[in-house]
């Protein structure tokens, strides 16, 4: 069997060990990573590590897919990095070199730019701090009744929220009844997928059966529009410092009249959804314009927000709009969910699902002031991690497939471009730009995806165009890091593809483990566990290495990991190591996850080795 060693020159394999041999962790925590949801994005101190081993002080660091911008924040972590990251990169034995690097940041999206832009050159925390609670304070005093409730006893009180239910229709006696009632129960709390109909006793599985809609005018878009029924489930609140939880009553439907009177503020965007790869006929119909993912009450109150937030210019309105924003998709619309959780009493309230715009049938209605309030402190903290840095980072609103930096300009690249077809970014932050006023253009958008017209071919090409560009402004002796994650083996020889044709090879080849993975990656079976991460250099692949058989390299990769410790053992993480050995000696990955995974289990699960012996 040929030895399992990526094709490198072997001069600086142990320098990097640190960072490439073993899985590197990547926590998915603290200030700077939680102050503005985006998908697959990584922990900022993670990246810190590889800037501060692979460059100088006084570096140009490049990232031509920069999402909301966690490599320019690494950068300026460098400059004066926290106590705990010295101690990590200690731990890990990576040689770090602490001091200012300068990063240049492309992303074609304008949500991502934005959020880029804002976090790498955020206003002093103060005055932040103080225009956000003065948004808040005025806001609330005019609309706080928005949110009034009495509690179980009449006393009163303001709902922290409101769980609200579709009503479904019985396929068998065409009765109506709420999800919440015929498929909740609490204390133990439980959501069931089997719908029992009160009526006529027919049990049916919950995906199956129709939601009763309603026809309503809607006169921010001056047209009659359909919409899936939804009643009140449950009103969590709180009065003084308890909280409670109760039954709808007469009172919250006498509040909901008297919202139905209130005036939408002008600036809610009227904006027609150009639906793509994430449009679900069942749970989008009728969401056919950004405002239907609100309920009438908090569309109200994050537009007198919004009001007062872009009433402040410069740096300062971003800001506030960023703090908006940071709450908006993923807490103030409807795609908020509740989870059952085993040992849990009630329901666990939760954010919106990343990457997908999905709509459960038990959406939650949170109170947009209260979750403001929470968020402004640890945003204020974030903008505190990074404010007075001397290091700068330029963010471009652009395409990375033309880059407007000189040849050989760069010391070194951390990236993660889009993982195939998993996450169509564009259409995943319209909601969010439609409040800027301005969507992405998503024609150069590197993705594979079915509403673009676009295959893997395109996806390579694109790909390709942008690493061509990487390896032109790339000094002599650069590298690039390259984090991915792929399930899909066509989607990995694109990829491999696009960076040899652009003159990249790998050098080396580990696994970044982000300590909870991401809804996609917990959730499909298919999913690898740790994203695969690469260093490449300039330089012509070697691509005629024999390197045997696929399944023998499994075989014998599988052998190697007994030695290790039994998370590395996973059938996951062996599949990374697959992927990575193929990278690494610059050939085409020849197996798909599932396919390894059924491997796996035929010749190396507990009951396969019972069988065989
Ligand atoms: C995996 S995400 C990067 C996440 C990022 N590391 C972060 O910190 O949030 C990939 C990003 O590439 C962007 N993108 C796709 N095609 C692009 C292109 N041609 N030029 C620049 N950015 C592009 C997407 O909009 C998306 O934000």
């Keep these: 069997m040929t030895p399992l060693q990526p094709a490198q020159d072997g001069s600086s394999s142990s320098v990097f060990d640190g960072l490439y041999g073993t899985a590197f962790p990547a926590t998915r925590n603290g200030p700077l990573y939680t102050a503005f949801p985006y998908p697959t994005k990584i922990s900022p101190e993670a990246i810190a590590l590889y800037i501060a081993a692979h460059t100088k002080p006084g570096a140009t660091v490049f990232d031509g897919f920069a999402g909301s911008g966690t490599t320019g924040l690494a950068a300026l972590l460098c400059e004066d990095p926290p106590p705990q990251l010295r101690q990590e990169a200690t731990r890990l034995g990576v040689r770090a070199r602490w001091g200012p690097r300068n990063a240049v940041l492309y992303e074609l999206g304008i949500l991502g730019a934005f959020v880029a832009r804002i976090l790498n050159n955020p206003p002093d925390p103060t005055r932040f701090r103080e225009a956000a609670e003065s948004v808040l304070r005025g806001a609330e005093s005019e609309y ?3 949110y009034a409730a009495q509690d179980p006893l009449g006393r009163p009180g303001c709902i922290r929220h409101v769980v609200w239910s579709d009503v479904l229709l ?38 199956a059966l129709d939601r009763v809609v309603e026809q309503a005018p809607d006169p921010l878009v001056d047209c009659v529009a359909e919409s899936r029924c939804r009643t009140m489930g449950r009103v969590y609140g709180i009065s003084g410092k308890s909280f409670w939880s109760r039954d709808p009553n007469e009172s ?24 793509g790869d994430l449009y679900r006929s069942g749970y989008h119909r009728g969401i056919s314009h950004v405002h239907h993912f609100y309920t009438r009450r908090n569309l109200i109150a994050f537009g007198r927000l919004w009001e007062r937030a872009t009433a402040h210019e410069g740096d300062l309105g971003d800001a506030l709009r960023f703090w908006l924003l940071s709450y908006n998709a993923s807490h103030a619309t409807i795609m908020t969910r509740v989870v059952a959780k085993s040992g849990q009493k009630d329901l666990v309230v939760t954010s919106a699902q990343p990457g997908v715009l999905y709509v459960s049938g038990l959406p939650v209605e949170k109170n947009v002031f209260r979750g403001l309030a929470r968020k402004l402190s640890s945003i204020a903290k974030a903008f505190r991690s990074v404010h007075g840095r001397t290091a700068r980072v330029y963010v471009h609103q652009k395409s990375s497939l033309a880059v407007d930096l000189p040849d050989q300009s760069v010391d070194y690249v951390f990236t993660d471009p889009p993982f195939g077809g998993n996450i169509p970014y564009s259409e995943v932050s319209m909601l969010n730009e439609s409040w800027l006023g301005h969507v992405t253009d998503p024609t150069d958008e590197a993705i594979v995806s079915r509403s673009q017209g676009k295959g893997v071919d ?54 970044l483990d982000k300590k909870q993975g991401s809804f996609k990656q917990v959730t499909t079976n298919r999913a690898v566990r740790g994203d695969p991460i690469l260093l490449l250099r300039k330089q012509s692949p070697n691509s005629n290495r024999n390197v045997g058989a696929a399944w023998e390299v499994a ?9 290790l410790d039994a998370s590395e053992q996973t059938p996951a993480r062996l599949y990374s190591r697959l992927v990575n050995h193929f990278l690494a000696n610059n050939q085409e990955v020849p197996i798909d996850a599932e396919d390894y995974y059924r491997w796996h289990s035929a010749h190396h699960s507990p009951e396969s080795t019972r069988v065989d012996t």
Excluded at 181 to 200: H, K, N, T, Y
Excluded at 479 to 494: E, G
């Design 555 to 563: 075989e014998a990769l599988h052998h190697e990991a007994l030695k």
């Design 144 to 146: 706080r009744w928005l």
């Design 170 to 207: 019985c396929s068998t006696c065409g009765s109506q009844t709420t999800v919440w009632d015929s498929c909740v129960s609490l204390g133990p709390a439980r959501i069931d997928s089997q719908f029992r109909c009160p009526v006529c006793c027919a049990e049916h599985p919950v995906g």
């Design 458 to 511: 395109t996806y390579r090409r694109f790909l390709t165009g942008a690493f061509t560009e990487v390896s032109r402004i790339l000094r002599p002796g650069g590298k690039a890091t390259l984090v991915f994650h792929s399930a899909s083996a066509k989607i990995w020889n694109a990829l491999q593809a696009a960076y040899t044709d652009a003159g990249l090879s790998v050098e080396h080849a580990g696994v």
């Design 252 to 275: 919250d439907l006498t509040l909901l009249a008297r919202i139905a009177h209130e005036k939408i503020p002008a600036c809610v965007p009227r904006f027609a959804i150009p639906w």
